[in-house]
């Protein structure tokens, strides 16, 4: 897919906008869209599904049916069509509560306790677990989608821009994470339409919007066209410039002041990411130039984080937890802004394991959810710096694995190696508690082997899985056979970064 924009140096773009493309238009600039074959249609659908992909009790299912959400009598059925239509009719979680129900029955009518009947339920089981799964991303997708809704009905709608190639509305001041932006015209495209360029091929060597080469330039030739676009009162440049020359990097002299000043522009046109690094360094202050206020601060903080902004709301959330930096300590206004958070941009790391955590101890929300923590702890694990995500997410997997099989967990369905893996990760970032839970772990599986159960008399060392390191057996015909009944799953598994991978893995 291409974008054709016909820019001349010689036209302005007009004060307070945000980015070049909306000003082109403005100005009449032909815009022209061609779509390439090689990026419609399944490229396109295809990248709507990365944002998120779409556990209930079997009487919820049947709740569903004789309690219908339409109160107008429904026709009776006269053939076997009618009965056709009511199964296209059904939204998709009535699907997947009925699929869950009929799971449910079919787990319930299994029998006998033999090794082979143990791996034919616990098959079963996963099943159950991936509709669960299915069915609590989509309930919280919903209800993330009501909390943004209940935000700007509190705070005003969020301003939003169309990619300049897919047209979708994106909102703009939300998070850098959500679009790519280009100093050459001022021009930004979504996140999704600058990875489709890059799959395709063509790749991103020159801006996808006036196809101007940008990975040879030199960083005086970058910081040169971030300048122009500044002065020219574009909004995100201008904070971009005020930050590059208060910490003196990406070609510009270090000068407080002047950065000072460009920030202040940007945030006189109420761009919230400028309003929330004014905020940031009235926290902290910048020697003679800015003097520490936390009053300033915080009613900064507060007016990007209601304007949408990601990591504003994300500061804020924290705040309320801990009942600090002048806020008083509120856990309704802490869930609320952190929901906000992931509703608009869910790959942020900090406000997922803040949910995640909370799902885990089941503390602070309505419904906790073994599905939800596993799900926003992976997420946090990608910006784990202290090692809690990791050790969090470790220990989820295997309390997930516990609630879905019990007692019966064998190969092939054990979680184990998966815990070890994440937990090590964690130990490695520090984490004594991660380190202490290996060692009882480890202290427990040298003294049973995990295919026959034979314990180890005093001073017997059993052999150790070489790959995974969290299985010991007695001897290696035990070795052999667990790998062949299903621990080659177990280990290969183990080392899966996300999680719905890791749960649909075979």
């Not at 419609?40 to 079997?58: E, H, M, T, W």
Request: with cysteine.
């Amino acid at each position: 897919m291409r974008v054709l924009v016909e820019l001349h140096d010689e036209l302005e773009l007009p004060p307070g906008s945000w980015r070049g493309g909306a000003a082109a238009e403005e100005k009449g600039w032909k815009v022209c869209r061609h779509i390439k074959p090689s990026l419609s249609g399944d490229c396109l659908a295809a990248r709507k599904d990365r944002n998120y992909p779409g556990f209930s009790v079997r009487s919820a299912s049947r709740t569903w049916k004789t309690h219908p959400m339409s109160d107008e009598t429904p026709n009776p059925s006269t053939g076997p069509k009618a009965g056709v239509e009511e199964e296209r009719q059904k939204t998709e979680e009535e699907r997947l509560l009925d699929e869950i129900a009929e799971q449910k029955d079919l787990i319930d009518a299994l029998t006998g306790d033999t090794k082979d009947g143990i791996v034919h339920r616990a098959s079963h089981e996963k099943r159950l677990g991936q509709l669960e799964f299915r069915y609590q991303l989509l309930v919280e997708k919903k209800r993330l989608a009501r909390v943004l809704l209940k935000f700007q009905e509190l705070h005003g709608d969020l301003y939003s821009e169309p990619c300049l190639i897919c047209l979708d509305n994106i909102h703009v001041h939300a998070s850098k994470n959500l679009l790519e932006t280009f100093s050459c015209c001022g021009g930004f495209v979504c996140k999704s339409c600058a990875l489709d360029v890059r799959e395709s091929g063509v790749g991103l060597d020159k801006c996808p919007l006036c196809r101007e080469f940008y990975h040879d330039k030199t960083v005086a030739r970058r910081s040169a066209q971030l300048m122009a676009l500044a002065k020219r009162g574009v909004s995100w440049a201008q904070s971009d410039v005020g930050q590059c020359m208060i910490k003196g990097m990406r070609g510009f002299e270090k000068q407080a002041q002047t950065g000072l000043e460009w920030i202040n522009k940007a945030a006189a046109q109420n761009y919230p990411s400028a309003l929330y690094e004014l905020s940031s360094l009235y926290r902290d202050g910048i020697s003679s130039e800015l003097e520490k206020s936390e009053e300033k601060a915080n009613e900064l903080l507060l007016k990007s984080a209601n304007l949408g902004h990601v990591p504003a709301n994300s500061i804020l959330s924290g705040f309320y937890f801990g009942g600090t930096n002048g806020f008083e300590k509120n856990l309704d206004e802490f869930y609320f802004r952190s929901s906000v958070t992931l509703a608009l941009d869910n790959t942020r790391e900090g406000a997922a394991r803040v949910l995640g955590s909370l799902h885990f101890f089941e503390h602070g929300i309505p419904e906790p959810s073994l599905y939800l923590a596993c799900y926003y702890l992976n997420i946090g694990v990608k910006g784990d710096r202290d090692g809690i995500s990791s050790c969090l997410y470790g220990k989820s997997l295997l309390h997930f694995a516990n609630r879905l099989h019990g007692n019966n967990i064998t190969n092939g369905f054990n979680a184990l190696p998966a815990a070890f893996f994440w937990l090590r990760k964690s130990r490695d970032m520090g984490r004594n508690d991660a380190r202490e839970q290996l060692k009882e772990w480890e202290t427990a599986g040298r003294s049973l082997c995990a295919y026959c159960a034979k314990k180890a008399e005093t001073g017997e060392k059993f052999k150790q899985c070489s790959k995974c390191k969290a299985q010991w057996y007695c001897s290696k015909e035990c070795q052999v056979e667990a790998w062949r009944a299903g621990h080659k799953k177990d280990c290969k598994r183990a080392a899966i970064l996300k999680f719905e991978d890791y749960l649909n893995a075979e």
